[in-house]
């Protein structure tokens, strides 16, 4: 038990910014999945228990064990959080000159001939698109039709009702005032749907031209967290499965 604890957190540390090759979730996704069962290439024993009710949460009828393909990416979802809250440092502007010059992070593409590092960053980054959105402040640096800014996952996006705005009009379109600051209600519940205009006119704005803030919308601080708690799992097993080949 110990030896193989040591080697599975040793296995972590060395892939903790790289693509875990795996298997497919509906399959047996590592090799540790034998090794509960005490299966060996000579004595194949029964598993009692699929991979996924291994790996779900005990409060939800599993037993709490980490996937680690889902652990895996996790974490290289936080490395791509780091490029997306931290622009201004030394790695996301060496890597923005060399594959987004001109875009966001969330915008940026695979390139040509990208790095097995880049690759594994942008594998972290669709666990991103489950759950940040932007905190509005002044609403300036945010798109209304573009961007993620709604508390509504997964897609944090809003559902257009009838708009006489342009299609890339910032949020601050929607808001009223300089020091005292508030959301046009009328403007909102003409543009947007019953449900969504409930939403944006529930979203505090304060005072201050600030910049406008990715948010993680599953924690209370609004920053991203591996814990698999803070991240729903559904939407990451989906992301996370390798497309099966085609058979001709």
């Known amino acids: 038990m110990v030896c193989f604890l040591v080697a599975h957190s040793l296995d972590v540390y060395?892939?903790?910014?790289?693509?875990?090759?795996?298997?497919?979730?509906?399959?047996?996704p590592y090799y540790g999945i034998s090794y509960w069962w005490?299966?060996?290439?000579?004595n194949r024993k029964i598993h009692w228990a699929s991979w996924r009710t291994?790996?779900?949460?005990?409060?939800?009828?599993?037993?709490?064990?980490?996937?680690?393909?889902?652990?895996?990416?996790a974490i290289l979802g936080k490395q791509a959080w780091r490029l997306l809250t931290q622009p201004s440092s030394l790695l996301a502007r060496v890597l923005q000159a060399k594959y987004y010059p001109g875009n966001s992070f969330m915008e940026a593409k695979l390139g040509h001939r990208p790095s097995?590092?880049?690759?594994?960053?942008?594998?972290?980054?669709?666990?991103?698109?489950v759950g940040?959105?932007?905190?509005i402040f002044s609403g300036r640096n945010t798109r209304i039709w573009g961007d993620r800014w709604?508390?509504?996952?997964?897609?944090?996006?809003?559902s257009l009702r009838h708009s006489t705005l342009p299609r890339d009009a910032p949020v601050s379109s929607l808001i009223i005032g300089?020091?005292?600051r508030y959301w046009n209600a009328d403007l909102v519940r003409d543009t947007f749907t019953l449900d969504d205009a409930r939403l944006i006119l529930s979203l505090p704005l304060c005072a201050?031209?600030?910049n406008d803030r990715w948010v993680w919308h599953f924690t209370k601080n609004g920053k991203y967290s591996v814990k698999s708690r803070t991240i729903p799992l559904s939407p990451i097993r989906i992301a996370s499965r390798k497309p099966r080949p085609h058979l001709l």
């Open 14 to 28: 060395e892939k903790d910014e790289k693509v875990l090759d795996v298997a497919n979730d509906d399959e047996e």
């Open 38 to 42: 005490g299966s060996t290439t000579e």
């Open 54 to 73: 291994l790996t779900t949460s005990k409060p939800l009828g599993g037993l709490g064990f980490k996937d680690l393909r889902i652990f895996n990416l």
């Open 116 to 129: 097995w590092t880049w690759r594994s960053i942008l594998e972290g980054r669709r666990i991103l698109f």
């Open 132 to 135: 940040c959105r932007k905190q």
């Open 150 to 158: 709604i508390p509504k996952p997964p897609t944090f996006t809003p």
């Open 178 to 180: 300089n020091s005292d």
């Open 208 to 210: 201050g031209n600030h």
